[in-house]
């Protein structure tokens, strides 16, 4: 059976969808991903990047990624290492796409604690 990830700090492409917006320290996950069409993908593209004012979801496409490891994904992997335990008593937060996350898959609840805490790399 093929593993069917999904990557929570996806750039914005094609099939990407809408997980979360951007804040001063902090990214405000939304209760479920919104789709993406060609009008926003333009307009979410003025000024800043899009992903330095959106989180965005899509695919894990392991080795086509440039955080890719060679085994497993290595954002997570940094920032679970440099948050280390300042996370242990965090609740876990709410989360739509947890079943297919490439970070709780790998980490576990620890990567969705941290997760709000992440913008895109």
């Known amino acids: ?10 750039p914005l492409y094609e099939g990407s969808k809408l997980l979360g917006v951007v ?5 405000d ?3 479920t991903p919104l789709e993406v069409d060609d009008v926003f993908m333009k307009a ?5 990047a899009a992903e330095q004012k959106f989180r965005f979801v899509n695919k894990c496409v392991k080795s086509g990624c440039e955080q890719w490891t060679g085994s497993e994904c290595g954002v997570i992997k940094r920032v679970l290492t ?3 335990e300042k996370i242990q008593d965090e609740q876990l ?4 796409i947890r ?8 980490e576990g609840s620890m990567a969705c604690k ?4 992440v913008r895109y790399i």
């Open 1 to 10: 059976m093929k593993e069917k990830f999904l990557c929570p700090s996806a």
């Open 23 to 27: 804040k001063e320290n902090s990214v």
């Open 29 to 31: 996950i939304l209760s």
């Open 44 to 48: 979410a593209n003025t000024g800043k």
């Open 82 to 84: 440099a948050m280390e």
């Open 93 to 96: 937060p709410p989360c739509s």
């Open 99 to 106: 079943p297919e996350c490439r970070w709780y898959a790998q």
């Open 114 to 117: 941290a997760c709000p805490t």
